[in-house]
């Protein structure tokens, strides 16, 4: 129970309905027992002395118990479910946000499909159980406690003579759960390969067509649901295999009490009466036993998701915000950024950047060029605080950015990223995606900048076209540009590019940067590229190769050095005569533009 002690905050607000539920249920169990004692009272106080005068009272009596007694399992079911569901809610909540406050680190490594487990099944089955399975199994134990305390007090020898093959029935009950819970598991598996083939193929549909996989898809679904069939053949199997025995010990239970319990009649040990409500009060106890390994398992797994849901509430939170953390304002950020000898590695292995030394005055640009790997996004992370650095630190207008308020901090920069991602939403929301009351003029402009307009004004719905799941139905480069659009339309003081205008051509990329330029003036800007073009206007170019600076300057600098620059400078302009060449004839023109 110490998951569900764990848990306590969340139902704790929602005791009313609980105790309600709990009481009820109570009531309605006793109310059960009313029954037996009507039939009991029935042959040998009214049949058998004739005083049938009685018999229309007996009947509105029990017509009474039967109407009260659905009335309490209606409050008690509505009660339970309220909370089961209050407290899901809750809790429900509590995760999103947590989900919400966790760090790229975090997600560095987590799973999707582990994630939203956790936020469906495992909450379900947590919402289950305190809805109804809590309520079952403390009505197994009251139906037990009190059918057998009932048993008892009529006839003490009969009840333990009828009670011979409980155990068995226990046993049988106990072994069946052992045994089809696993073959549920495996169903359960055999589902989710089944629908990962198919959510795979449905997005990957493009991979899929054009390497003409369709046959192997096909093949591939049919062995799935192959196993998906067996599985649950193996079931149903041991479904038909327990049943019959289950109900075989539970009916010799019956024909025990018949042939014992007859004897004890004619013994005249008990009454008629007596004999007739004993047969009613053995489905007290065996009715119950019936379930009572699926109950067990169902508390197993209930505890299990629960602690699955506990470990992530618990989730360390690797980037918060220090105490009393600084506010970070439009009208008082100027946008001085410095990474002053910054060293940081992902995990315990070689750091990803090293060294890593800075200066970018406000509105100043800022080129990053290197290889694949050699650190060029680790340092944009760091700038927007994704992670912390392991040394040295990052410093924005003099102060440490740790000292800044997170959410305040990544309000003044804009990012974006090497992947655009797109909500399944208006190319209007997605534009005004981090901005508040933004206006359509406001947007207007953002595309206008980021070279969007043009495109979104010939979709049929032009701003209000719906962009599908990540953005299909829209090019690589149409969707960096509207991914541009809604970087600048929340203002930045920083922006930061990495690989931005990877996916445009050299034409579009040239207008998006001439856009850039009139709106970055006054911002500090952090590019990454793997064009020459895209930097060669930057106040400082970067150059880093396995996250070392090797070579920093001016394009004109570089161009003049041998190096990783000039040589990466060479190959975009090969058809050109090389620098050196350029150089050597004096009448020549420097590099040409793109
Ligand atoms: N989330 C991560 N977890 C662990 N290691 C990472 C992570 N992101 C990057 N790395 C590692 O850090 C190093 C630098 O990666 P980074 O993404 O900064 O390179 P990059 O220069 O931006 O490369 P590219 O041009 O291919 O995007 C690489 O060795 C990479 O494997």
Redesign the pocket.
């Known amino acids: 129970m110490d998951a569900f002690r764990q848990l306590k905050s969340f139902y704790w607000s929602e005791r009313k309905w609980f105790i309600l539920s709990i009481l009820t249920l109570i009531l309605a169990t006793a109310l059960g027992l009313v029954y037996p004692n009507l039939l009991r009272y029935l042959i040998d106080d009214v049949i058998k002395q004739k005083n049938f005068e009685l018999v229309p009272v007996l009947s509105l009596v029990l017509f009474g118990v039967i109407a009260i007694k659905a009335l309490i399992q209606f409050i008690q079911g509505y009660s339970g479910a309220i909370f089961g569901l209050n407290t899901a809610f809750n809790l429900r909540n509590k995760l999103y946000n947590k989900l919400q406050t966790l760090s ?1 680190q975090y997600y ?1 490594t987590a799973r999707t499909g582990e994630l939203m487990s956790r936020l469906t099944a495992d909450l379900e089955a947590v919402r289950m159980f305190l809805a109804f399975g809590f309520a079952q199994i403390l009505n197994i134990v009251l139906m037990v406690t009190l059918g057998m305390a009932m048993m008892l007090s009529i006839d003490w020898v009969l009840t333990l003579i009828t009670m011979i093959t409980i155990p068995f029935l226990v046993m049988t009950a106990l072994s069946f759960e052992k045994k089809v819970h696993p073959s549920f598991r495996n169903v359960r598996q055999a589902l989710s390969m089944l629908t990962t083939a198919v959510q795979e193929n449905i997005m990957g549909v493009r991979t899929v067509k054009s390497f003409a996989g369709e046959d192997n898809e096909t093949k591939k679904f049919a062995e799935r649901n192959d196993g998906f069939r067996s599985k649950n053949i193996q079931t149903a199997g041991i479904w038909s295999k327990y049943f019959p025995v289950m109900e075989l010990i539970a009916n010799l239970s019956v024909v025990i009490l018949l042939a014992a319990g007859g004897y004890r009649v004619i013994q005249e040990h008990i009454t008629i009466g007596e004999f007739v409500a004993f047969f009613s009060l053995i489905w007290f106890i065996i009715g119950p036993m019936w379930g009572l390994g699926y109950h067990i398992n169902n508390y197993a797994n209930c505890k299990a998701s629960a602690e699955r849901i506990i470990g992530l509430l618990n989730e360390h939170v690797n980037v918060q915000d220090v105490e009393n953390p600084i506010v970070l304002s439009k009208d008082t950020i100027k946008g001085h950024v410095r990474f002053e000898d910054v060293t940081f590695s ?2 315990d ?1 070689e750091p ?1 950047v090293h060294h890593i030394n800075i200066d970018a005055p406000a509105g100043s640009v800022i080129g990053i060029l ?10 944009i ?1 760091l700038l927007m605080r994704a992670y912390n650095v392991n040394e040295g630190k990052i410093t924005l207008d003099g102060v440490n950015i740790r000292n800044y308020q997170l959410q305040s901090l990544r309000r003044e920069i804009a990012t974006v990223f ?1 992947e655009t991602f797109l909500f399944s939403s208006t190319i209007r929301n997605n534009i005004a995606y981090g901005a508040k009351n933004v206006t359509m003029d406001e947007i207007i402009k953002a595309a206008k900048l980021a070279q969007a307009h043009d495109f979104i004004m010939e979709l049929p719905l032009g701003y209000d076209t719906i962009v599908g799941e990540r953005g299909l139905g829209l090019s690589g480069g149409q969707k960096q540009r509207i991914a541009i659009a809604r970087a600048l339309v929340i203002n930045p003081h920083i922006l930061l590019l ?2 931005a205008t990877s996916a445009v051509d050299m034409e579009t990329e040239h207008e998006i940067q001439s856009g850039f330029r009139e709106l970055m003036k006054g911002r500090t800007t952090f590019i ?1 590229a793997h064009r020459i073009s895209s930097l060669r206007n930057a106040d400082e170019i970067i150059v ?1 190769d396995k ?1 070392r600076i090797v070579q920093r300057g001016k394009h004109e600098e570089l161009i003049q050095q041998e190096g990783p620059y000039l040589t990466t400078y060479n190959i975009q302009y090969a058809d050109r005569p090389k620098q050196s060449e350029l150089d050597s004839v004096p009448t020549a023109g420097k590099g040409g533009s793109r």
Request: hydrophobic residues 15%.
């Open positions: 790229f560095d992902y995990r292995s990803s290197g290889g694949t790997g050699s650190g060029k996004s680790t340092l992370s090497q990495d690989d990454i880093l996250g």
